[in-house]
């Protein structure tokens, strides 16, 4: 009876994590594990640390998603700590600035949707694409991009067949603007400005504002934990 290699197996490590066998040896491929010794009849041995890294790179993807907690996987492999943390400080700035920017987006809805734009804003026939993104600061291709998405819907001058945006477009195209700088999807701008033109009201926007600082509440939770398990990690390795 031969004796057992020491070390834990592909599908040990794979139990733990919730994920299959041949997604380890991606993990390893990629770079997120340690590099893997093998034993005398070939096969991978791997470690404690393995299963420790393994853990921090699942925890590190949910927080800071995947691409950057494989980079902050590749820097602790390569015993370069001051890079792993930079990476992680940088996706705490990113999801202060969403937050900030949550904010502002939700005293800026709540001010457009208010107001009507000033007369002298909006000619009687209406405003042309480029003087509607001129004013948004934004190109003329993306009013074009959020028209084709039905976000917007100018009528068309019978003439010279241009886009004309009357006060309704304006304010529907302040609204997408606001909210895309926030990174707002266009399905949930649409939704928004279905519940706006429908009853004029203001709560589905209140909602999905809602919504978004709960999933910020919940990533930076998980940002948290994240760096619990890089910190076991590399303190126990």
């Not at 020491?6 to 990629?30: F, K, M």
């Amino acid at each position: 009876m031969s004796r057992r290699e020491p070390g834990l197996r592909p599908v040990d490590l794979a139990r733990e994590a919730g994920v299959s066998t041949q997604q380890i040896r991606n993990y390893e491929a990629a770079g997120v594990l340690p590099p893997v010794t093998r034993t005398a009849s070939g096969y991978r041995r791997f470690t404690d640390a393995h299963r420790r890294a393994l853990l921090a790179y699942r925890a590190l993807a949910r927080g800071f998603g995947p691409p950057t907690a494989q980079a902050v996987m590749r820097a602790v492999n390569a015993d370069d700590v001051p890079l792993a943390l930079r990476l992680i400080d940088e996706g705490h700035t990113m999801l202060h600035e969403q937050r900030l920017a949550l904010e502002v987006t939700g005293q800026a809805l709540e001010e457009i949707t208010e107001q009507e734009p000033e007369p002298a804003a909006v000619p009687r026939s209406g405003m042309s694409i480029g003087e509607l993104a001129a004013s948004l600061r934004v190109r003329t291709s993306a009013l074009r991009v959020w028209e084709s998405a039905g976000l917007l819907a100018p009528v068309r001058d019978p003439v010279t067949n241009y886009r004309r945006y009357g006060s309704t477009e304006v304010r529907d195209a302040r609204l997408v603007n606001t909210l895309r700088q926030s990174r707002y999807p266009l399905p949930r701008i649409q939704a928004v400005l279905d519940d706006l033109r429908r009853t004029g009201s203001r709560d589905v926007m209140r909602t999905a504002i809602a919504q978004r600082q709960t999933e910020l509440t919940q990533r930076a939770r998980a940002m948290l934990e994240g760096a619990a398990c890089l910190n076991a990690c590399i303190t126990e390795t």
